[in-house]
């Protein structure tokens, strides 16, 4: 089945600064990868998601890029603010026959200091 | 967005008895739903994908007999966690959409003592 790998599991930048999260994943075939954001005790929410058929989307201070030769991706939070600070999850599609389920990264904890 | 829902939001339960979670879309149909587990600062674990009017399929290593899936409806699905045990305690989160839309519902802290 599909491994997705997820780094760094901490990360720590001042306001202003960019932060990097990267994943990588196992399955070839797999072509749809969402980033999720979690506030501590709240649900996931989808921030970004980016389809094999482009390489890069962008969407105000954050971009996701995508190698799918090396089958890893990237999440890009520009000028940081403090509500960035929250645990970030990178996800890949998994298809199984008929049936397509998301496997999720560990997680990234994102803190963005004053 | 879409709006999912789940009841209870927090159950304490006693070791041994049966908890049933539910998981509402709000304002659309579903017919799939999606369960997971969360343990604390860790990442989201599928159980099983819930299917509208079949049985629900089941996660590598997730006992179908214990945790127990219902989806009698498009708007709802059931998680039940029978003979509950200390171990069982987690957050127990339901996505449903259209496969590339999930949305979350907002989770269901279950402490069983």
């Known amino acids: 089945g599909e491994n997705v790998e997820q780094h760094p599991s901490t990360l720590s930048v001042q306001e202003g600064d960019s932060a990097v999260i990267k994943c990588t994943y196992s399955d070839s075939a797999s072509n749809y990868f969402p980033w999720y954001k979690q506030e501590l005790g709240k649900r996931p929410q989808l921030i970004i998601d980016?389809?094999?058929?482009?390489g890069e989307k962008k969407d105000q201070r954050i971009a996701v890029t995508l190698n799918k030769t090396a089958k890893h991706f990237s999440l890009h939070i520009t000028e940081t603010q403090p509500e960035d600070s929250a645990v970030y999850f990178c996800a890949a599609e998994a298809r199984t026959g008929t049936a397509s389920k998301l496997t999720f990264g560990t997680g990234t904890r994102l803190q963005v200091t004053l | 967005g879409a709006v999912v829902s789940q009841h209870p939001s927090r159950v304490i339960c006693k070791s041994g008895t049966s908890v049933k979670i539910e998981c509402r879309s709000l304002?659309?149909?579903?017919?799939?739903m999606f369960w997971y587990r969360q343990f604390p600062k860790k990442s989201l674990m599928l159980m099983a994908t819930s299917n509208e009017g079949s049985k629900a399929t089941y996660e590598q290593g997730v006992e179908k007999d214990k945790f127990l899936i219902n989806h009698a409806s498009l708007t709802l699905s059931t998680l039940t966690v029978t003979s509950a045990h200390p171990e069982d305690s987690s957050f127990y989160i339901c996505?449903?959409?259209?496969?590339?839309?999930?949305?979350f519902g907002p989770g269901t802290r279950l402490t069983v003592t």
């Open positions: 304002d659309f149909q579903a017919t799939t």
């Open positions: 996505s449903a959409g259209s496969f590339y839309e999930q949305y």
């Open positions: 980016i389809r094999s058929n482009v």
